[in-house]
């Protein structure tokens, strides 16, 4: 009982601390809108010639469409259908020159699109796989596109990961267009068994006690969590798994060779605390002090009521270093607390001078403020900054903080929109500057663009602009769809059947 | 004499050891129960293999001697997810996966790939007794079959003497819309076979909604093997039922009771939905309805009500499997961090007294 209450109170005061307000100024900016003949479910973008203009790729299980850009933001499209059921779909570097293609994956077959002599693309190749290629695990349903396609070995080609049972069957295009497969076994998990025992009945006088009753089901859970990431700094992806328990974890780290072979995992035992595989931590891999090898970064969540004064979730985290490159501090240097803003990245390079800045946030509202809730409840908006600490690298420790000279404003548009909102923000260099920039969704059909500069050693606003989207966006991507350093919008509409590019 | 102490002591440890609730913490491919399956006030044991079921009996001479076996199959799922480590945080915030509006960004320091593998029994088991001979009978449930009858498949194996199980299903109950694992049965009017409960709910929500909750009892119908298409009882009651607190013997008559949970006053704006929850003494009722035995049905109205006073900032918990004064009648216990307010029965009113003691 208390829970549902709980749960209520928490997602009701969640939901009602996020969107939009009045901004600073309107970016000139060019819309082009594009109509599919279908519901959209997986969109990318591709350079076919390699010239820097890159079509838009559209697809549902069954058929794909292609907005070919032609000059002046206009694009020409045509639509083909596929015969196999598409699940994913991605764009693959073919060339050094940039070329690109359209990779296909179904629920067993791999297959490609290249443009023909006229640049369309029109029927499909298969890519050979082996016959003794294990199964492919499906996606979970809740996933729409997924990327498969990444260069694993820093040789400008697109090469291929498919997860499978107990591993990955990789594909490296070792030349233009061919493909040659490797299984890669990572035979790190976790297993629980459980027989699932519950009181029966569940109702009554004997509903808490098994000893007259119980109901029970065996089941084997069975779990890896991996990742890709270049863990030695040798250019070439290697494969790091995660297992662990409440109480410890271990990583494991599969090196790649330079003969598209992994070499058996090193395992490294973590003596944290606070992570679980499928809880609420977080733990990133990241080079802080920029010395060579990755350190840890854990994020824990504390709930709302539990513990801290805040009416927000708030976003424990902890820096570990390394000491070597299999080695890391037992305790953390810095642990910051932050109030949870979602789809932030806590951890992010703002300047690109590959030292990583942490960022937080102060919670505008304390347990206990009831009339400030109240009055951000019926006004709708919420207001809160932010601020980061940047690494002092001779001392291993972060410890310069400034806070961001502006004030981020959200207001929910209506209560009826709760269940289909999406908030976001984001720091990524969209406009081609130096540092990063903030994007923040301010609700579905509005963005705040606000540009960084640097003044003496700290970063500062610079400008903040307001851009209108002409629809409300579902799904939004941040392309360089014309290749001149500056990147554009990708806006599907909630009807999934148009899509817009917005040129700033 | 100390010699008798340690003995206590080490039979209490191993009574801890040994009880069914521990079992389920073994992560093992074989895993045991320990259970009273005849009612000889000795354990007996189950043994879960990845694919049968073994009983065995626990005898005088302290042995334990294989009676019966049953056989079931299993099935395995396998997904993948591939997630951005700062998308998932969020999603587990809102408890619901509501993904971000822009699309995950393929970067691999921060994309990961959890693999799920589940292998589970095709059915699910329950033992307990059915027939009300004291003995635990045995029963396996199936799922339905879409293509052939579409219906949960009980197979129930009563139990003989000295804990043997028939080859074939005693007998057999069907069920459409739900299964005894999946919905509310409880044996209400003491005939020996469960009824069952459909709580069924009109603008859901917490107590701060207007919530309307229908509660529909269905008999079962012992020349079809299934439970009737129509309830036989059917309560309308604002408010929220709370499994744990309910279909229990309250006033001693030896049918279980009802309870919902409900705000009579409900907040009309913002302002109040917020001032309600941070007030420390928000109210609170109590609907119970008492099972009539002439009429065998529960009244259309409730019984009686009882107002408390919770802060709804803090867990709360609403006990009625209470007997504070040993007098048979369930009293009500009403607990909060630090804080717990007790409401014995009164017979003679037939509700639970106004004066608590904490």
Not at chain 1, 104 to 129: A, H, M, Q, W
Not at chain 1, 282 to 297: H, M, P, Q, R, T
Not at chain 1, 432 to 458: A, P, Q, R
Not at chain 2, 36 to 44: S, V
Request: aromatic share 14%; proline share 4%; with cysteine.
């Amino acid at each position: 009982m208390d829970k549902q209450i709980k749960y209520f109170f928490i997602l009701f005061l969640i939901l009602y601390f996020l969107t939009t307000s009045p901004a600073i100024a309107s970016e000139s900016i060019t819309t082009v809108d594009l109509t599919l003949p279908y519901k959209a479910l997986y969109i990318t973008s591709c350079d076919f010639n390699g010239n820097g203009k890159k079509s838009i790729v559209a697809a549902d299980e069954n058929n794909i469409t292609v907005f070919q850009q032609n000059n002046n933001f206009s694009f020409k499209s045509y639509t083909i259908r596929s015969k196999d059921k598409i699940v994913a779909l991605n764009s693959c570097k073919i060339r050094e020159t940039n070329e690109e293609i359209i990779v296909c994956r179904s629920v067993d077959k791999l297959f490609y699109y290249s443009p023909n002599l006229v640049g369309k693309i029109n029927e499909p190749t298969y890519i050979n796989l082996p016959k003794d290629t294990p199964k492919f695990i499906e996606k979970q349903k809740n996933i729409k596109n997924y990327s498969f396609v990444l260069d694993l070995n820093n040789d400008a080609l697109g090469d291929i990961a498919i997860p499978c049972e107990n591993g990955f069957l990789v594909l490296f295009q070792t030349e233009s267009l061919v493909f040659k497969p490797f299984f890669i076994l990572i035979s790190d998990s976790s297993r629980d068994t459980y027989l699932n025992i519950q009181s029966w009945p569940k109702i009554g006088e004997n509903a808490q006690k098994i000893d007259r009753g119980l109901f029970f089901f065996p089941a084997t859970n069975i779990r890896q969590e991996y990742w890709f990431q270049d863990y030695n700094k040798d250019g070439l992806l290697d494969i790091i798994s995660i297992t662990g328990n409440s109480s410890s974890y271990q990583l494991g780290v599969y090196l790649q060779k330079h003969n598209h072979e992994f070499q058996p995992p090193k395992y490294i035992k973590i003596p944290l605390v606070n992570y679980e595989s499928n809880s609420f931590a977080s733990l990133l891999l990241l080079d802080l002090d920029n010395d060579g090898y990755l350190d840890i970064v854990e994020t824990n969540i504390e709930y709302p009521l539990k513990g801290n004064s805040s009416f927000l979730p708030v976003l424990v985290i902890k820096t570990f270093f390394a000491n070597s490159l299999f080695e890391f501090n037992n305790l953390p240097s810095n642990a910051f607390k932050s109030v949870f803003i979602p789809w932030l990245n806590n951890i992010t390079d703002l300047d690109y001078d590959n030292n990583y800045e942490i960022i937080v946030s102060p919670s505008p509202l304390k347990l206990g403020a009831k009339e400030s809730l109240i009055k951000f409840a019926t006004n709708r908006e919420i207001t809160f900054n932010f601020g980061y600490y940047h690494i002092d690298k001779s001392k291993k420790r972060y410890i310069q903080y400034s806070a961001f000279d502006k004030d981020f404003s959200i207001t929910l548009p209506n209560f009826a929109d709760m269940e289909n909102f999406k908030q976001l923000i984001r720091f990524e260099n969209i406009t081609g500057g130096k540092f990063s920039d903030i994007i923040l969704l301010k609700n579905s059909s509005l963005i705040e663009l606000t540009t960084l500069k640097k003044l003496k050693n700290s970063l500062v606003i610079d400008k903040c602009v307001k851009i209108y989207l002409p629809c409300p966006a579902f799904e939004i991507q941040i392309i360089d769809i014309d290749s001149d350093g500056k990147k554009e919008f990708l806006v599907l509409d909630q009807s999934g059947r148009r899509l817009y590019t917005i040129h700033l | 004499m100390r010699s008798k102490y340690f003995i206590i002591i080490l039979i209490f440890f191993l009574t801890i050891l040994l009880s069914p609730s521990q079992v389920n913490a073994a992560p093992t491919e074989t895993q045991e129960m320990n259970i009273d399956l005849n009612n000889d006030g000795l354990l007996d044991k189950i043994i879960v293999l990845p694919n049968n079921i073994q009983f065995y009996r626990y005898d005088k001479k302290r042995e334990f001697s294989l009676v019966h076996e049953f056989k079931y199959d299993k099935t395995r799922f396998s997904s993948f997810n591939q997630y951005n480590v700062i998308n998932q945080l969020s999603e587990t915030i809102y408890g619901q996966d509501v993904s971000s509006a822009f699309a995950l960004e393929n970067q691999p320091n921060y994309t990961r790939y959890n693999v799920a593998n589940s292998i589970f029994s095709k059915n699910k088991f329950i033992i307990a007794d059915v027939n009300g001979d004291n003995l635990l009978d045995f029963v396996m449930i199936k799922e339905p079959n879409i293509e052939t009858s579409g219906y949960y498949q009980h197979l129930i194996y009563y139990q003989g003497t000295n804990v043997t199980f028939p080859d074939k299903p005693s007998k057999i109950l069907e069920e459409r819309r739900s299964s005894w694992i999946t919905g509310y049965y409880y044996d209400i009017n003491n005939d020996g076979f469960p009824e069952k409960i459909e709580i069924r709910y009109k603008h859901r929500g917490a107590l701060l909604s207007d919530t309307k909750c229908i509660i529909n009892i269905y008999f079962a119908d012992s020349t079809k093997n299934r439970y009737r298409d129509v309830p036989d009882v059917r309560i309308y009651s604002s408010g929220v039922f709370y499994a744990e607190s309910n279909f229990i013997d309250i006033n001693k008559d030896g049918f279980p009771d009802i309870l919902i949970v409900d705000m009579p006053k409900k907040p009309k704006s913002i302002e109040e939905a917020i001032t309600k929850m941070l007030d420390k003494d928000t109210e609170v009722v109590l609907k119970f309805y008492l099972y009539k035995k002439d009429a065998k049905n529960y009244p259309a109205a409730p019984s009686f009500i009882k107002k408390i006073n919770v802060n709804f900032l803090q867990d709360l918990s609403i006990s009625l499997n209470n007997d504070f004064n040993y007098d048979g009648y369930k009293d009500l216990l009403v607990t909060q961090p630090n804080h717990s307010e007790k409401y014995l029965f009164d017979p003679e009113k037939g509700q639970f007294k106004e004066t608590n003691y904490k």
